[in-house]
Each structure stands twice: as structure tokens, then as C-alpha cells.
């Protein structure tokens, strides 16, 4: 006997061993996810915390955690499907929405408690109150895919959606609007290109 067919004998009883300790283990021929060995404290008692590692940084609302680069990609890791959730892609690409309500809450600031009715309609009256509220409707910009969809969370009629889209525009492309000063246009500029290359509008 060889050395070559020793070593390939050594070779065919290492794998026998291997799918005899894998069969007693409970393992058969059925498939099975490598995320059945990786779910780093996955399956929690209500209340006990999931402490995902750092290559799975993406807790799933099961408790699954999977890798940053598998959000938003058109294919479901999540059980639940939510790593495609379409508000949660949308936010995904769009400013915080601790920031949107800062930037809100500041424009309020600078201009009036109604400044914002020049953009939303007159339901933005004292701080956007009949809409929700500054962190209901940064939440809504932030994960909202569409004006459509954005006006149909804050119930703005047709009139009010076309005056909102009309100036948005005018602030993109710096055109002049009779709903806004030019500072009034400047301050909301960086913020509504967001929105614009987020394909809101």
C-alpha cells in the first residue's frame, strides 16, 4: 500500500467519523443555516436583552441578528421579512429623525410656531399640532417613500400636497416662490435635495 492510498484511507474514515458524530448529534441530511450556530443570544426570555455580535450588528424584531450589509438588499434574513420593510429602507437613506425634528423644531424657532404651514398647509398651525406633532412628522419624512404616501399619513388634501410638491421644487432648483423668501428657501435647501435624491419627490 501506498502512501497516497494510506493517507486517502485516512482521509475516507476522518469524514466517516465526521457524518457519524454529525448523525449523532442530530443532524441529517435535511438543510440547515449557519445562523442556527450563530445566533449569539437570539433566543432570549421576554425581557433579557439580545447582545448581537459585531459581524450580526442587526437585531431582527425575533431577535435574530444579521450583518449590516444584508438590510435593503431585496432579499429576506429577517423571519419576519423586516430587514426589507420598505419605511425602514426608505429611513435608511434618508437624515435621522432626531435630526429632521431638530431641523423642524429650529425653523420653528427662527421663523414662528406657523412657518411651517407655508410648506404642509394650514393643519401645520401652532408647531404642526394637527399633524401630530414636530417628531410624528419627522418620523413620516424620514420613513415615508413618497410625497403621496407622506400626505396620506398626515392627511393632506390634494391642494395641499400640490402646493407642498410646488414648493419643494422651487427650493431645489432655487427657482423663486411666492411661498418663501430667498433666506426662508436657503435655510430648507440641504435638507429637501435629501429628499429629493431619496426619490420623495
Not at 469524514?15 to 443570544?41: K, N, Y
Not at 437570539?42 to 444584508?70: A, L, M
Not at 437624515?95 to 429632521?100: A, D, N, R, Y
Request: charged share 20%.
Amino acid at each position: 500500500m501506498s502512501v497516497g492510498q494510506l493517507c486517502l484511507g485516512d482521509r475516507k474514515r476522518t469524514v466517516g467519523i465526521l457524518i457519524l458524530v454529525l448523525c449523532t448529534l442530530g443532524f441529517t441530511s435535511e438543510a440547515f443555516s449557519i445562523r442556527d450556530f450563530v445566533r449569539v443570544g437570539s433566543k432570549r426570555r421576554d425581557g433579557e436583552p439580545v447582545n448581537c455580535p459585531t459581524w450580526h450588528p442587526f437585531q431582527c424584531p425575533n431577535g435574530d441578528c444579521i450583518p449590516i450589509k444584508y438590510l435593503c438588499d431585496g432579499s429576506p434574513d429577517c423571519s419576519d421579512e423586516y430587514d426589507e420593510n420598505k419605511s425602514m429602507c426608505t429611513a435608511a437613506t434618508r437624515p435621522p429623525v432626531e435630526e429632521t425634528s431638530a431641523f423642524l423644531k429650529a425653523l420653528l424657532n427662527a421663523h414662528g410656531n406657523d412657518f411651517l404651514i407655508k410648506l404642509f398647509g394650514p393643519k401645520a398651525r401652532n408647531q404642526l399640532k394637527d399633524m401630530g406633532g414636530v417628531d410624528q412628522v419627522a418620523v413620516s419624512l424620514s420613513q415615508s417613500p413618497t410625497i403621496e404616501q407622506f400626505a396620506s399619513e398626515m392627511h393632506l388634501g390634494e391642494a395641499e400636497v400640490a402646493n407642498m410638491a410646488a414648493v419643494l421644487e422651487a427650493i431645489v432648483s432655487g427657482a423663486p416662490t411666492a411661498a418663501l423668501s430667498a433666506n426662508e428657501a436657503a435655510d430648507f435647501r440641504f435638507f429637501v435635495q435629501k429628499l429629493q435624491e431619496t426619490g420623495f419627490f
